[in-house]
Nanobody, 124 residues
Framework: VQPQASGGCLVQPGGSLRLSCSASGRTFSSYTMGWFRQAPGKEREFVAAINWSGAGTSYADSVKGRFTISGDNAKNTVYLQMKGLEPEDTALYYC??????????????????WGQGTQVTVSS
């Protein structure tokens, strides 16, 4: 599977944005799909993930209650709905696929397939 993230742009603090991750190849429901982000000068970090084998969803504490991950099987696309955006959310956002489905990994090393990132900038 080859994930591809899109939808990033400049948004004002407090605003909302939805990122999309389209997956070519095998259907993404065969994987755990995750979102990660990397801010300038910082390490890439886990944001959220979704699993269709019973593990559900998982979120980083920093985005819990503000971000929602979901998927559309018909479109083979995973979404990250972001609300209440803060300048600290500014980062390059990546979509990734993990072949492990029994639970949700939060470590980036566990993810097998990565796409190019999409830039989200939160600024007034």
């Amino acid at each position: 599977v080859q994930p591809q993230a899109s939808g990033g742009c400049l948004v004002q603090p407090g605003g909302s944005l939805r990122l999309s991750c389209s997956a070519s190849g095998r259907t993404f429901s065969s994987y755990t799909m995750g979102w990660f982000r990397q801010a300038p000068g910082k390490e890439r970090e886990f944001v959220a993930a979704i699993n269709w084998s019973g593990a559900g969803t998982s979120y980083a504490d920093s985005v819990k209650g503000r971000f929602t991950i979901s998927g559309d099987n018909a479109k083979n696309t995973v979404y990250l709905q972001m609300k209440g955006l803060e300048p600290e959310d500014t980062a390059l956002y990546y979509c990734a696929a993990d072949r492990w489905k029994q639970s949700i990994h939060t470590a980036l090393q566990e993810y097998d397939y990565w796409g190019q990132g999409t830039q989200v900038t939160v600024s007034s």
